[in-house]
């Protein structure tokens, strides 16, 4: 397998952006990419593009060629993958596996969600659309729904407190605010997350992430091809995704994502690292209790440790383990169909120095983990400096 | 009646739209003493985890349970 490159980013700022459209989010997100790597659009061999409801946020199908012939790109594959708030995650994984494999030098890779056009229960409904539809779905949950009962089982085996979610929120909150990109740019205290409205108990309007529009999207292509195009590239040093039941009844303990795990194994070892080795990582907050699970899924701590871990600091910008330094989904924005890409986009600034008032000092490896509805799709990738 | 445990539960405040005018309502993971689980609708008093449950009726492809007096 040839080794690949993140050779330009290119992104939107996140928020409700009344004015766009879904076809000049991702199409602005696309050209910025372009323009980054120095690449112009009829040097790109395919387009994949992660959108998860595009069809039901606004009405538009077809989304792929949409989207790619908007910036100047005809005549090659574009294809639109769907899974759930791992879409441009999975398409990611695609376009690193394609240009490894040698089937393509130069693939663009965009995610895009517009989701504010919306009412707040349609918005609901929708996005319980990536849950069982014959079982959970029926009974009423919504994805909020899903993850209170993960948050409840997670309390009631550990003695997670609503504290030590709060933590979380508290932290990414604070991280966004230094993000001009990020959606929601203010602090919040602990004591303002825990008395929130609640939305699904334990989990207050402070425990979830935002309803977001915005666009994220990399270059991808071979390390020697990148080395020698504009941007300082970023090296890919692996991809895992993996896949397991969608309904949260059909696990045996969920407390865990079975399938982050076993992309996280994956990851490590193809690119020869242990957690230790992972300098910063943005992971997948769409709820608190995700990040929560997702650091000790990724062994940055031990199992049912994720809350106290959190509390006390270690995954802060001054902590030992940076997690979420963009200000997450909780606070960066979550236009769902983007997440995947532009988690790797925050991984790239950090890495090449360009993440401003949140930029960590050590950070020659950084991991993102990305996951779809609650757990049946999972992305780790690992990227270090080339 | 077929019975079960409460595995885990949330009441839901801010419903998806074909559900708005029954907010606030809880919803469970029941397993049942088979092993099986379900997630359900609870009617009547409020649920927490490891409570037992019973089957009241089927209705649209929901389960509503209730707590074991």
Redo the contacts between chains.
């Keep these: 397998m040839r080794q690949v490159a993140i050779a330009g980013i290119g992104k939107t700022r996140f928020g409700a952006l009344a004015e766009e459209t879904i076809l000049s989010l991702a199409a602005e997100a696309s050209s910025k990419c372009l323009k980054n790597a120095g690449v112009s659009p009829d040097q790109v061999e395919a387009f994949f593009l992660g959108n998860f409801a595009g069809p039901s946020f606004v009405g538009q199908n077809h989304l792929a060629p949409y989207v790619a012939s908007e910036v100047g790109i005809t005549g090659v594959p574009a294809t639109r993958f769907e899974a759930a708030c791992a879409s441009s995650g999975a398409a990611f994984h695609h376009a690193w596996a394609a240009v490894a494999a040698g089937l393509y030098d130069t693939v663009l890779v965009t995610g895009v969600e517009k989701m504010t056009s919306q009412p707040?229960?349609?918005v609901?409904?929708i996005l319980?659309g990536a849950g069982d539809s014959?079982?959970?779905v029926?009974?009423?949950?919504?994805f909020?729904?899903l993850f209170?009962?993960?948050a409840?089982?997670h309390m009631?085996q550990y003695g997670t407190t609503r504290e030590q979610l709060a933590a979380v929120a508290v932290k990414n909150h604070a991280n966004g605010a230094l993000n001009p990109d990020a959606h929601m740019r203010k602090t919040i205290t602990v004591e303002q997350a825990l008395n929130g409205?609640?939305?699904?108990?334990?989990?207050t309007v402070y425990d979830c992430s935002l309803v977001s529009d915005g666009a994220a999207a990399v270059l991808l292509t071979t390390i020697e091809r990148a080395r020698d195009m504009a941007a300082r590239p970023v090296l890919v040093r692996a991809v895992a995704q993996t896949s397991d039941h969608l309904?949260?009844?059909?696990k045996a303990d969920?407390t865990t994502f079975p399938a982050l795990r076993l992309a996280a194994a994956q990851a490590y070892r193809m690119a020869g690292v242990t957690p230790a080795d992972i300098d910063f990582a943005e992971v997948h907050d769409c709820f608190t209790i995700a990040e929560i699970i997702a650091i000790e899924d990724l062994g940055f701590a031990a199992k049912g440790e994720g809350g106290p871990f959190s509390a006390a600091g270690c995954t802060g910008l001054r902590g030992t383990k940076p997690v979420n330094t963009s200000g997450g989904l909780k606070s960066k924005g979550h236009p769902v169909g983007a997440t995947g890409v532009a988690q790797i986009c925050d991984l790239v600034q950090q890495i090449r120095g360009e993440a401003g008032g949140r930029q960590l000092e050590r950070r020659r490896t950084g991991l993102a983990q990305n996951l779809g509805g609650s757990g049946a799709t999972c992305v780790v990738t690992i990227v270090s400096e080339a | 009646m077929k019975q079960g445990t409460v595995y885990t539960e949330t009441v839901i405040h801010s419903a998806p739209e074909q559900f708005v005018h029954e907010a606030p309502y809880q919803i469970a993971i029941v397993t049942h003493d088979d092993g099986s689980r379900a997630t359900v609708r609870i009617r009547g008093e409020a649920v927490h985890i490891g409570d037992r449950v019973e089957f009241i009726e089927a209705r649209e492809g929901v389960l509503y349970y209730r707590k074991v007096q």
């Design positions: 707040t229960p349609r609901a409904e319980a014959q079982s959970e029926r009974a009423g949950a919504t909020p729904a209170a009962m993960i409840r089982r009631h409205k609640p939305v699904a108990e334990p989990l309904a949260l009844d059909r969920i």
